[in-house]
Antibody
Framework: QVQLQESGPGLVKPSETLSLTCTVSGASISNMNYYWGWVRQPPGMGLEWIGNVHYSGSTYYNPSLSSRVSISIDTSENQFSLQLTSVTASDTAVYYC?????????WGQGTLVTVSA | QPVLTQPPSVSGAPGQRVTISCTGSGSNIGAGYDVHWHQQLPGAAPKLLIYGNNNRPSGVPDRFSGSKSGTSASLAITGLQAEDEADYYCQSYDSSLSGVLFGGGTKVTVL
């Protein structure tokens, strides 16, 4: 059974960097058939794709966030991570990690990150 | 900026059939990219409901079906049940974005 679990601070100050990690179990993050991605959902709003990473190190980012986003992969820990710099209140959202074949087929439970002083 | 347009809400009585549209453009659905659908129950993470336009993952009831034509796709729920009350999102790929695109979501209410 594939499972993904997000972890990281639930509160980040404005202008600082949001950092989250996704731990994967039940699947190898090194499998070349998968991409690993981040999706966020502001309170009461819809889903927004942030970006994907492949075990080869290739990354793909939403152009609206690309200047502030970095996604990396750690095959030794079967984890991948998100960094979002210079956050503002508009970055407050539930952040989901997910596995992507073509659809996102497995999702983590999500973690709420609030940007506030 | 590419978008996938969904109606904000649809409703139906138990047992009825409802459909949700997802309208895109020539850089996404119209370019031949597959459409997928996700169900998000209240307070929960999204869950894959339909993949590759009209395929159901194991465990998804056959009350749910998908279709695609031209620059649009649709999700149909037949025999609507109270447990189907949720938000539904379409997902595709967009070549101008070079990435994943989600629709704005549709809230299904069972009357």
């Amino acid at each position: 059974q594939v499972q993904l679990q997000e972890s990281g601070p639930g509160l980040v100050k404005p202008s600082e960097t949001l950092s989250l990690t996704c731990t994967v179990s039940g699947a190898s993050i090194s499998n070349m058939n998968y991409y690993w991605g981040w999706v966020r959902q502001p309170p009461g709003m819809g889903l927004e794709w942030i970006g994907n990473v492949h075990y080869s190190g290739s990354t793909y980012y939403n152009p609206s966030l690309s200047s502030r986003v970095s996604i990396s992969i750690d095959t030794s820990e079967n984890q991948f991570s998100l960094q979002l710099t210079s956050v503002t209140a508009s970055d407050t959202a539930v952040y989901y990690c997910a596995r992507r074949t073509t659809p996102f087929d497995y999702w983590g439970q999500g973690t709420l990150v609030t940007v506030s002083a | 900026q590419p978008v996938l347009t969904q109606p904000p809400s649809v409703s139906g009585a138990p047992g009825q059939r409802v459909t949700i549209s997802c309208t895109g453009s020539g850089s996404n659905i119209g370019a031949g990219y597959d459409v997928h659908w996700h169900q998000q129950l209240p307070g929960a993470a999204p869950k894959l409901l339909i993949y590759g336009n009209n395929n159901r993952p194991s465990g998804v009831p056959d009350r749910f079906s998908g279709s695609k034509s031209g620059t649009s796709a649709s999700l149909a729920i037949t025999g609507l049940q109270a447990e189907d009350e949720a938000d539904y999102y379409c997902q595709s790929y967009d070549s101008s974005l070079s990435g994943v695109l989600f629709g704005g979501g549709t809230k299904v209410t069972v009357l």
